[in-house]
């Protein structure tokens, strides 16, 4: 089970960190990645990491913005998001994969999602 927190309604400029707790197996050797959708489009890949957190991408539309990380022994992983915009206003979504992809079809656990507004 993968349970998202830390969204809410931050002002342009702002930051705000996701949390992804994660419970019922081990993720620990698992990539994770985070993903978000805006009602009526295509999920957007948003960031990934490796098992050990030696590897990182991100989306383009994110890339120097948002920094994601994991700490195994919590069974965590954290999305650090800066400089938000009124477009990053979407959904947010854990995942976990057995590989370390941007393709949202390759994650095959995912948490309920956070919603995440940023007012201009």
């Known amino acids: 089970q993968l349970v998202e927190s830390g969204g809410g309604v931050v002002q342009a400029g702002g930051s705000l960190t996701l949390s992804c707790a994660a419970s019922?197996?081990?993720?620990?050797?698992?990539?994770m990645g985070w993903f978000r959708q805006i009602p009526g489009k295509d999920r957007e890949f948003v960031a990934a990491?490796?098992?050990?957190?030696?590897?990182?991408y991100y989306g383009d539309s994110v890339k120097g913005r948002f920094t994601i990380s994991r700490d195994n022994t919590k069974s965590t992983v954290y999305l650090r998001m800066t400089n938000l915009k009124p477009e990053d206003t979407a959904v947010y979504y854990c995942?976990?994969?057995?590989?370390?992809?941007?393709?949202?079809?390759?994650?095959?656990?995912w948490g309920q999602g956070t919603q995440v507004t940023v007012a201009s």
């Open positions: 990491i490796s098992w050990s957190g030696g590897s990182t």
């Open positions: 995942a976990a994969s057995g590989v370390l992809t941007p393709r949202d079809n390759e994650y095959q656990y």
């Open positions: 019922g197996r081990s993720f620990g050797t698992s990539p």
